[in-house]
């Protein structure tokens, strides 16, 4: 989520003021960064991955569950245990010792919400394929961890939202909404981190907009749900702020669940993980290939069904937190004709990416987002500094926006050996892949994150999708795979991921071939690793495609996608991966071990298994206390995420959520 830099923070009038001076300076940063890292190898593929948490309190006599705002404690208990501290974990700041994949101890973060933890390995994971049975243990080590700086009645969950969030009685301790930064009907200011970074984030993001942000989430309309529905939480009278008119002014659509803060999207949790490339060309193709798979993605892991004590009508999280933190005002959405503001945005800060970055010459013009806004003059000083046009475009498109928080001490003196200018904008641009450039004077190179996956409920299922993520990755470079699509067409996949059921029901664009050409191999561009034993070449065609950029893709299910179409079509991810495995001699036992995590992202795909989003729509629905309306009542709450715990301890070995789980683990 971000440095937690310290300073006195910008009200949103001031930082505004000097938002140009910051980008300015951003700009010089980059810069910087880019002249030194552009060279830069490093010879091993690292990577690491980030778990978010809920923090939540059962109280089993009253039957009722809340989000435990102990965020802060809970840090300070892991930064205060010197075990964890000399074994290299607990928080970064402290930690020490000896760094070793899977043997140095997790460290722990803040993230938004302050009921939120985020945690990661000690140590980034390697190229070895040992490394990746190690991912698991180490997920369940942290959550050990972190549930033994907990209360006995605490549990960290990964559901990617808490069920009541903005019910205004279910967190604990309790403090009234309508605060002065959030000014939420629903939720008080003390929802979020009170490091003064994520209050100021929250109120300038509002101060900016001229309004509260508002996310309308389709209510899922059940038998005895009222047709036009009406969220019944919206009538409170508050009179403090200037935006309690907001829900007079037609802020809460009908049919739709409202939500006013931030915290309604930052208060969501999801599973990301970092690659280190081995050089910036590496990085910049990894970035390319892996924005078309962020939408299916995206529906395989599908877990957010419920919002405010509400089901929804929709699977996913994504579009929520776009909504939370979008700060463009009435002139940039359109609403209004352009007076002050510089240009129309068609998308949040929180979207889906808009660029392709790489020099790759299969990367056609016709690919690239025809709407993309870019600050000329920005990109013109980054190709005065030497960067070539892609390059240059991408953070040019990154800075048409505002820095949020601003600190008044680091306005004095222009410093080109920090990024802290270059990452305000940077890091409050949440797209779902990012690109990252090394921080200063350390030994980290080229990084791409992938950012769409929502947490999954257990520890395996998280590891699944993270090995998953890890060895496609190691395909694409190995075989040179090709999956450009035309970024418009992976926006549109974006909103269908959000659909109930989009992973079963519904078609993504997709490119048909992504097989390399006999001809660029021939150029020596995607030579698999020798000995490997490729997937299936297609015959002699062109080096690069010249008919229609519509013939290259069209519309398969997450099922195609993943298994494959199984005509001598599109070959499927999983089939490419095990072709990758093949060709690298991994031992028996490894391949079975894998084996595990690629039968859960297949059994997802082809709908044998079930997403949390399902199972949880199928538990709400089948509870007794539940009255076919749309509405999930506290106890049915309690129920719920006591069968989150269940399945987060036992993972299916009881025989509990099969369906999602798949078949009786016996390790881990
Ligand atoms: N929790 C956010 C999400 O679900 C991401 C926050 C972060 O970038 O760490 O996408
Ligand atoms: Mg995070």
Redesign the pocket.
């Known amino acids: 989520?971000?440095l937690l830099a310290e300073g006195t923070p910008l009200d949103w009038p001031e930082a505004k003021k000097v938002a140009g001076h910051v980008r300015e300076w951003g700009i010089e940063q980059l810069l910087a960064i880019w002249r030194k890292a552009k060279g830069k190898e490093r010879d091993a593929l690292l990577w690491g991955d980030?778990i978010?948490y809920l923090v939540v309190t059962f109280d089993d006599e009253e039957h009722n569950v809340k989000l435990s705002l102990r965020q802060a404690d809970i840090l300070r208990a892991l930064a205060s245990d010197e075990k964890l501290l000399k074994q290299g974990g607990g928080v970064p700041e402290l930690a020490r010792g000896n760094v070793k994949p899977g043997k140095t101890a997790p460290t722990f973060h803040p993230?938004?919400g302050r009921f939120?933890l985020?945690a990661t390995p000690g140590a980034p994971w390697g190229i070895g394929f040992k490394d990746l049975l190690d991912v698991e243990r180490d997920m369940k080590w942290r959550r050990q961890i972190a549930n033994d700086h907990m209360y006995s009645s605490e549990f960290p969950i990964t559901m990617?939202t808490f069920p009541l969030l903005g019910d205004r009685k279910s967190i604990t301790p309790w403090y009234p909404p309508s605060g002065d930064k959030l000014r939420s009907q629903f939720v008080p200011d003390e929802i979020a981190n009170p490091h003064i970074r994520f209050p100021t984030l929250a109120a300038n993001i509002r101060a900016r907009r001229g309004r509260k942000v508002e996310l309308n989430v389709p209510v899922f309309h059940d038998e005895k749900t009222a047709r036009p529905w009406k969220d019944p939480t919206v009538n409170y009278d508050l009179h403090q702020w200037p935006e309690d008119d907001d829900v007079r002014n037609g802020a809460a659509k009908d049919d739709c669940i409202y939500m006013d803060a931030m915290a309604f999207?930052?208060?969501?949790?999801?599973l990301?993980i970092t690659f280190q490339a081995m050089n910036i060309e590496e990085g910049r193709k990894m970035y390319d290939q892996l924005s078309p798979l962020g939408p299916i993605l995206l529906a395989l892991t599908a877990a957010t069904p419920i919002y405010k004590g509400f089901l929804a009508d929709t699977d996913v999280?994504?579009n929520q937190?776009s909504a939370a933190v979008d700060d463009r005002t009435p002139e940039e959405l359109g609403e209004k004709p352009l007076k002050n503001d510089r240009w129309r945005m068609p998308k949040s800060r929180?979207a889906s990416n808009s660029t392709y970055i790489s020099q790759d010459p299969r990367l056609r013009p016709e690919y690239l987002d025809p709407d993309l806004i870019v600050d000329e003059d920005i990109k013109a000083r980054l190709v005065d500094g030497g960067m070539d046009d892609a390059l240059a475009t991408h953070f040019a498109h990154l800075f048409i926006r505002d820095p949020i928080v601003v600190f008044d001490e680091d306005l004095k003196d222009l410093d080109l050996d920090k990024t802290d200018h270059f990452e305000n904008l940077q890091?409050t641009n949440?797209q779902h892949i990012r690109f990252k450039p090394p921080p200063p004077a350390n030994d980290i190179g080229w990084r791409v994150?992938v950012?769409?996956m929502?947490?999954q409920i257990t520890d395996f299922e998280n590891a699944a999708f993270s090995v998953f993520m890890v060895l496609m990755t190691r395909a694409i470079l190995s075989f040179d795979l090709n999956f450009y699509l035309p970024i418009p067409r992976t926006t549109e996949n974006m909103e269908t991921a959000h659909r109930r059921d989009a992973v079963l029901n519904d078609k993504f664009y997709f490119r048909k071939d992504p097989l390399p050409k006999r001809q660029a191999k021939l150029n020596g561009a995607s030579n698999p690793p020798s000995g490997a034993n490729t997937p299936q070449q297609q015959p002699s065609r062109p080096p690069s495609p010249f008919g229609p950029v519509e013939d290259e893709y069209e519309l398969m299910t997450v099922d195609e996608i993943v298994n494959g179409k199984g005509d001598g079509g599109f070959p499927g991810l999983i089939p490419l991966v095990e072709s990758y495995l093949d060709s690298m001699n991994v031992d028996v036992e490894t391949r079975c071990e894998l084996a595990q995590y690629l039968a859960l992202i297949k059994g997802r795909a082809n709908g044998t298994l079930w997403t949390a989003a399902k199972w949880i729509r199928h538990y709400v629905r089948g509870h007794e206390g539940y009255k076919m309306d749309s509405v999930v009542s506290e106890g049915v709450t309690y129920d719920l995420v006591k069968a989150v715990e269940r399945m987060t301890v036992h993972e299916g070995r009881d025989g509990f959520a099969r369906e999602m789980l798949g078949e009786c683990r016996e390790r881990g």
């Open positions: 989520m971000g980030e978010e993230e938004f939120m985020e990617t999207g930052m208060g969501s949790c999801c990301q999280r994504w937190i929180y890091s949440w994150e950012r769409p929502e947490i």
